[in-house]
């Protein structure tokens, strides 16, 4: 089955992003569970999930990834853990 959906010109760049942003977050977390589980998704090729893993694996963004976690679990001014709400 194929959709087609229509929309007045003007409306073209809005949608679009919306259309992108949207995609990029869902794929995202997407592929973020999947790298978490060491399973590849059907919809990412080989060759392409050998690249990411190897990313993944360099010390560089292994170091940033710590980071990370340890900056989102701190409790520095005693008010609880940061929670990111805004959206």
């Known amino acids: 089955m194929f959709q087609t959906y229509f929309w007045k010109l003007q409306h073209h760049d809005s949608v679009l992003w919306w259309w992108e942003h949207t995609l990029k977050q869902?794929?995202?977390?997407?592929v973020s569970k999947r790298?978490?589980?060491r399973k590849k998704p059907i919809y990412i090729g080989v060759a392409d999930w050998t690249l990411l893993e190897?990313?993944?694996?360099?010390v560089v963004n292994k170091n940033k990834s710590?980071?990370?976690s340890q900056n989102r679990s701190s409790n520095a001014d005693r008010l609880g853990i940061y929670r990111h709400v805004s959206g």
Do not use: C, D, V
């Not at 869902?26 to 997407?30: D, K």
């Not at 190897?54 to 360099?58: D, L, Q, V």
């Open 26 to 30: 869902s794929i995202g977390n997407l």
């Open 35 to 37: 790298r978490r589980n």
């Open 66 to 68: 710590q980071t990370n």
């Open 54 to 58: 190897a990313a993944w694996g360099e």
